[in-house]
């Protein structure tokens, strides 16, 4: 089973930035690609980015130019670098890790709350 552990969200004010940092731990099969969702109030759970073993990035259209993610994989740890944050970014941001070997897990999720 595999464990993720979220840190990083918080408030912070339209043009901003924040680091969101992810720690996976337990039983976690390669290759494998780690990344972030967001599920923002009355709305789905949306892919944000996500990042392979091999260090190829995916961004949402939304987010490119301005997130950037990144991976440690002998640390088993995934960020998200976002930049020029909006008020539409504001959302429960998730941490994720799957494999074909593997079901996806996730992290619990941390709010990220960007003011106008």
């Known amino acids: 089973q595999v464990q993720l552990v979220e840190s990083g969200g918080g408030l912070v004010q339209a043009g901003g930035s924040l680091r969101l940092s992810c720690a996976a731990s337990?039983?976690?099969?390669?290759?494998?690609?780690m990344g972030w969702y967001r599920q923002a109030p009355g709305k789905q759970r949306e892919l944000v980015a996500a990042?392979?073993?091999?260090?190829?990035?995916d961004y949402a259209d939304s987010v490119k130019g301005r997130f950037t993610i990144s991976r440690d994989n002998a640390k088993n740890t995934v960020a998200l670098q976002m930049s020029s944050l909006k008020p539409d970014d504001t959302a429960v941001y998730y941490c994720t890790v799957q494999s074909l070997l593997m079901a996806p897990s996730w992290g619990q999720g941390t709010q990220v709350t960007v003011s106008a």
């Open positions: 337990g039983i976690i099969f390669s290759p494998n690609t």
């Open positions: 990042i392979t073993s091999g260090g190829k990035p």
